[in-house]
């Protein structure tokens, strides 16, 4: 006896299966992300929400509420933080955006002011096109845009609009 079969998909029905569903696979509340090597703490990430969107093409984490972020060096020592309102990590890359109100602050008690950075965490890199604001203990420098090292002591800003001495009037009594 020969059975023969057929089997046909309704078109309809099959985009609907294979519509990627943008909802987040994963919510998390009161995260606390702590990441270490060779038993140092290397970064300790404070958000009072995430979103984890792994299952779309491009995987991302959002950080929608705000994020900080303490950096610390290969001692153990923190040597910047990062705090800015909403943050998004595309996953494969790695690469990290930081709006509304980014602040970073080094060691050295430099701060940067933005509104808009990102962050390579694989290659130890900040940079930005957009206004940024840097407040030294004796200068403020405005420009547009930046690149700085992940713990924000080397900097260079690309297009430097002003600059402001702190202790000139100091320096001319």
Same mark, same amino acid.
């Given at each position: 006896?020969?059975? $023969?079969?057929?089997?046909?998909?309704?078109? +309809?029905?099959?985009?609907?299966?294979?519509?990627?569903?943008?909802?987040?696979?994963?919510?998390?509340?009161?995260?606390?992300?702590?990441?270490?090597?060779?038993?140092? &703490?290397?970064?300790?990430?404070?958000?009072? $929400?995430?979103?984890?969107?792994?299952?779309?093409?491009?995987?991302?984490?959002?950080?929608?509420?705000? =994020?900080?972020?303490?950096?610390?060096?290969?001692?153990?020592?923190?040597?910047?933080?990062?705090?800015?309102?909403?943050?998004?990590?595309?996953?494969?890359?790695?690469?990290?955006?930081?709006? +509304?109100?980014?602040?970073? $602050?080094?060691?050295?008690?430099?701060?940067?002011? &933005?509104?808009?950075?990102?962050?390579?965490?694989?290659? +130890?890199?900040?940079?930005?096109?957009?206004?940024?604001?840097?407040? &030294?203990?004796?200068?403020?420098?405005?420009?547009?845009?930046?690149?700085?090292?992940?713990?924000?002591?080397?900097?260079? =800003?690309?297009? =430097?609009?002003?600059? =402001?001495? $702190?202790?000139?009037?100091?320096?001319?009594?």
């Amino acid at each position: 006896m020969l059975f $023969l079969s057929s089997c046909e998909n309704d078109v +309809g029905e099959v985009k609907k299966l294979a519509a990627v569903d943008n909802s987040p696979m994963e919510i998390q509340e009161d995260l606390v992300l702590e990441y270490s090597d060779s038993s140092f &703490t290397r970064l300790l990430l404070k958000a009072p $929400l995430a979103e984890t969107y792994s299952q779309l093409e491009k995987p991302y984490r959002l950080f929608p509420k705000n =994020i900080n972020v303490n950096f610390y060096d290969k001692e153990g020592n923190e040597n910047s933080r990062l705090r800015a309102n909403y943050a998004k990590q595309m996953m494969n890359t790695q690469i990290w955006e930081a709006k +509304g109100n980014v602040v970073v $602050l080094n060691k050295k008690g430099e701060q940067i002011n &933005t509104e808009l950075m990102y962050w390579d965490q694989k290659k +130890g890199l900040i940079y930005s096109d957009a206004y940024v604001k840097i407040t &030294t203990p004796d200068k403020i420098i405005e420009g547009n845009g930046f690149e700085a090292n992940q713990d924000f002591t080397d900097y260079q =800003i690309k297009d =430097i609009i002003g600059t =402001i001495n $702190l202790n000139e009037d100091e320096e001319s009594n």
